[in-house]
């Protein structure tokens, strides 16, 4: 699915509002995130793209500061133990990678990582 940016609410907005440096809040572009059709879509795109826009790191998308996002994507790594058996089970059944990482709200990265992680495991038993 792709994602029409034409209809984000930033996109009439000063760039600079996003990105305001080290004695700005980004409180006016959090504002402006709040009332956009894209908040979700573009706080995935900032976590799954190595938060970088236009070659810029940093700055608030999808609502979210840097420091937030870092969070995120953090607390996303944190595969519990009991997940990974259901990763693999899902995997089995033909689900796609990123339907499992949206079923569970992790990183497509991480439900890799679990199933190169059982493949190897898979190996090296055989």
């Not at 607390?75 to 796609?96: G, N, Y």
């Amino acid at each position: 699915m792709t994602t029409n940016w034409q209809q984000a609410a930033c996109r009439d907005h000063n760039l600079e509002l996003w990105f305001p440096g080290k004695n700005g809040n980004g409180c006016e572009a959090k504002r402006i995130c709040r009332t956009c059709p894209l908040r979700a879509a573009c706080l995935e795109d900032a976590i799954n793209s190595g938060d970088t826009y236009a070659g810029i790191r940093g700055g608030i998308r999808g609502g979210k500061s840097a420091e937030d996002r870092r969070r995120i994507a953090a607390a996303r790594k944190r595969v519990e133990p009991d997940r990974s058996a259901d990763i693999i089970r899902l995997h089995r059944k033909r689900w796609s990678t990123k339907s499992i990482a949206i079923r569970y709200g992790i990183n497509v990265d991480v439900v890799c990582r679990v199933l190169r992680a059982h493949r190897e495991a898979q190996a090296g038993a055989a």
